[in-house]
Structures are given as structure tokens and as C-alpha cells.
């Protein structure tokens, strides 16, 4: 039997520990301290141009952090990429705002610039004011339109905070995503390109800025001998052992995006043939995405064993495992769920030891969003209800990926 294949589990370089220990022989076992500094000017060089980066406690923080730079507040508006994940979104509500979700085109499946200006026109024509902000998504690590987002943003002089969680290394024209509006925030959580444990980072514009997000992560201090607070502030730094654990990632950073990418090569190649199955890739050459997930859509015609009974039993081992899942599901149904055929391939591929996952669904279509308003085309529904991601992560072998496309094969009636 082959040892269960994960979508994307982290793996070590090995001088993780060099950097621990030392944070230990130094006594700074504290949230700041030289790993910290140490990491922050690596992910500098990483990102290129004149950024300035500061590491935090997560993705999610460094996506909350952004915003609260942007003016966000109480009553505002922001316009996010509905096709994501949901700390996209979830901090623009700790904030008091409303997200306003604004729907994927079919090329790289991120923000349509179009669907934006429209979505900026009708918030100021029924509001009488602006959108304080403008979230798009590098959804499994695939550049977005970049380029005519923030010409949009431009136009109506509104603060870009590119989500690149998922986009660690991708590029747009050459350019490192997260490097082109006000903020861009990375994640370091366990399954993502590369990781601290837990940890993220926000790729501030200059050092003003970072000294700024610096001040609200560490609870807005201010300097006197005592305590002393005039801002509401978080404790969102990333621990110096944590970011030890960054340092010996960042050793390995480019040697995991490079393998993300041959494992897209051989999806490709072994999937050539496949009829009724397509690899998402990039659509030109301006892009060049990590492949943080290899991601397949399935035609709806496409038969699958077992179709017949999706969905007629709860997902076992979902509570209480891996992914962090505390709360039973009400139902086995939802009013948006993939594709038969979707579920009975996922159903398949997990009794063959391998985890796929949906892609991820719409935040327009959760329940928890379902008064937000939103600029919809279809595009992402119609991907969520086809699409599945397959395991693209270091530790899985080119021998993982043709037994992987395997069981594809041998699911298909
Ligand atoms: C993972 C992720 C985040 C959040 O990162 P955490 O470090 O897990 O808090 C934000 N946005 C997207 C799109 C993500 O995939």
C-alpha cells in the first residue's frame, strides 16, 4: 500500500534547526529578536525592488494589518476577490467593513478588472463614497490581471492589498506578486510554499510603512518608560523561533517553487490524453505562477465511478483532523456544492490514499456572506462546482504524480 499522498505538506531543508538552536543559546525565544530581522531582510532580497517586509503572526494578520494601514474602519467598503479563501475577507469584518465581493475571470481565475470598475461605479453611484480598498488574489499561487487591476485602482484612487498567500515566488511580467499595490500579504502556514510552523508577512511600500505595521503588531506602544497607549493595537509579530524556522525555509524557497512547477509538467504531460480533464496553466507568458497547487477542471459530461452516490455520506476524518476542523457539518448538502462527478473523483482518490480537495468555494456563495453584495459573472461558481486540486507539494515524488493520474484514469467510465 502507498503511504497516503498529501496536497501540499511542509517539508524541512534541515537548517531550521541551526536557526532554532541558536535563537535558544541566545536566550531570544521572544516575538522579535535577530531570526526575525534576520528572515525580514531574506524575504526583501526575495521580493525584489525597494519593498520593505515585515514578518507576523500569520497571512490573516498581515491581511489585517494592511487594511487598518488603508484607513479601513467602521462603515467602509471593501471590494475583495470572491474567489478565495476565507481570510481574504474575514479581517475586512473584524474591522467593522463590509466586504464587497467581486467575482474571477475565466483566464486566470482571479479578480476581473472589468467586474471591478463596474463593481467601484456602483458602490459610489448607491453609497455616495469610494471603496476603502481593493483585495485581489494570487488563488493557488496563479498571477491575477494585475496590471489593469491597478490601472482600475488608479483611476479611482483606491489602495491595493494583493493577497499573495498563495502566490509565494509567482510573477507578472517578470515582477514578484505582492510587489505591485500599497501592501502584499504572504502566508507561512503549514501547507503553503514554504513555512514557519505558522506565520505570515505584509511587503510594505517603504520603511515608513513598515515602522507603521510594526507599531500595531506589537500592541501600538508608545515610547515612554511605562506603558503607554493611544491606538488600539494587536500582538501580531512572528516569534524568533518561528522565523528561524523561515531562515531555514528560505534556503530552500526556490528549489520548492521549482518543483511545484516540474510536478505542473508532468500533470500536463500525463494528462494530455485524458479527455474531459483540463490543467489550469498559465494563459501567456506575462505569467509565471509557482503552481503552489496543480488544480484540474472536469468536463460535466464527463462520467465518473461511483457518481451516482456522491454525496451520501459525510466526509469521514474532516472534525478533529489535520485541517483544523472543530465543527460538524449540519447536512450532507448545500445549496452550492461541486459537480457529482467532482465528488465522486475526490471519493476515489481518497480511497486510493490520495487527498484532492474542491477548489475553494466562492465567498459570495458562503452563508456566512450572504447579505454582502457582490459582482458576479459565473466564473467562479462554475469553477467551484467542476474543479479539484491535486498534490503538488515538496514531498511529493513524479512516481506520486503518474500513480495519481492513475486513479484518474481508472475513474473515469
Ligand atoms: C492561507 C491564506 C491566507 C491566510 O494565511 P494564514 O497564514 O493561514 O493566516 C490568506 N489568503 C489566502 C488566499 C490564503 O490561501
Wanted: net charge negative; charged share 20%; glycine share 8%.
Amino acid at each position: 500500500m502507498h503511504n497516503r499522498i498529501y496536497l501540499c505538506l511542509a517539508h524541512m531543508s534541515g537548517e531550521e534547526q541551526k536557526f532554532i538552536k541558536e535563537a535558544f543559546d541566545t536566550n531570544w525565544v521572544v516575538p522579535l529578536g535577530p531570526n526575525v530581522n534576520g528572515f525580514e531582510e531574506e524575504l526583501k532580497q526575495f521580493v525584489g525592488g525597494d519593498r520593505e517586509v515585515v514578518a507576523l503572526s500569520s497571512g490573516t494578520a498581515a491581511v489585517h494589518l494592511a487594511l487598518l494601514a488603508c484607513g479601513v474602519g467602521p462603515g467602509d467598503e471593501v471590494l475583495v476577490q470572491s474567489f478565495t479563501f476565507c481570510a481574504s475577507s474575514h479581517p475586512v469584518v473584524y474591522l467593522g467593513a463590509t466586504p464587497v465581493f467581486v467575482d474571477s475571470e475565466a483566464e486566470s481565475w482571479n479578480m476581473d478588472p472589468q467586474l471591478l470598475e463596474e463593481a467601484i461605479r456602483d458602490r459610489i453611484a448607491k453609497t455616495g463614497r469610494k471603496p476603502k480598498a481593493i483585495v485581489p488574489v494570487y488563488l493557488y499561487g496563479m498571477p491575477a490581471r494585475i496590471d489593469e487591476i491597478m490601472a482600475v485602482a488608479e483611476r479611482y484612487d483606491i489602495p491595493v492589498v494583493e493577497d499573495a498567500a498563495e502566490g509565494f515566488g509567482s510573477r507578472y511580467d517578470g515582477r514578484v506578486c505582492g510587489t505591485f499595490g500599497r501592501y502584499g500579504v504572504l502566508s507561512f502556514n503549514g501547507n503553503k510554499m514554504i513555512t514557519t510552523s505558522g506565520g505570515g508577512a505584509l511587503i510594505c511600500p517603504d520603511a515608513a510603512a513598515k515602522q507603521r505595521i510594526m507599531f500595531y503588531a506589537t500592541q501600538a506602544r508608545e515610547a515612554y518608560p511605562y506603558y503607554q497607549h493611544e491606538h488600539i493595537g494587536y500582538n501580531y509579530r512572528m516569534s524568533n523561533i518561528c522565523a528561524g524556522i523561515g531562515r531555514g525555509q528560505m534556503t530552500v524557497a526556490d528549489a520548492h517553487i521549482a518543483h511545484h512547477r516540474r510536478l505542473c509538467d508532468l500533470y500536463r504531460e500525463l494528462l494530455a490524453g485524458v479527455d474531459g480533464i483540463s490543467l489550469h496553466e498559465n494563459p501567456s507568458p506575462r505569467y509565471e505562477s509557482n503552481y503552489w497547487l496543480n488544480t484540474i477542471l472536469l468536463d460535466p459530461a464527463l462520467h465518473v465511478a461511483g457518481e451516482a452516490h456522491a454525496y451520501e455520506t459525510a466526509v469521514q476524518g474532516a472534525v478533529g483532523g489535520a485541517a483544523g476542523v472543530t465543527h460538524a457539518a449540519a447536512t450532507l448538502r448545500t445549496d452550492c456544492e461541486p459537480n457529482r462527478n467532482v465528488e465522486a473523483m475526490r471519493t476515489a482518490l481518497d480511497a486510493a490514499g490520495i487527498e484532492s480537495r474542491p477548489l475553494w468555494k466562492p465567498m459570495h456563495r458562503q452563508p456566512v456572506y450572504a447579505a454582502n453584495p457582490r459582482y458576479v459573472n459565473g466564473v467562479s461558481e462554475s469553477l467551484f462546482a467542476r474543479g479539484l486540486c491535486l498534490p503538488s507539494g515538496p514531498c511529493v515524488s513524479e512516481d506520486d504524480v503518474r500513480y495519481i493520474v492513475e486513479r484518474i484514469v481508472a475513474a473515469i467510465r
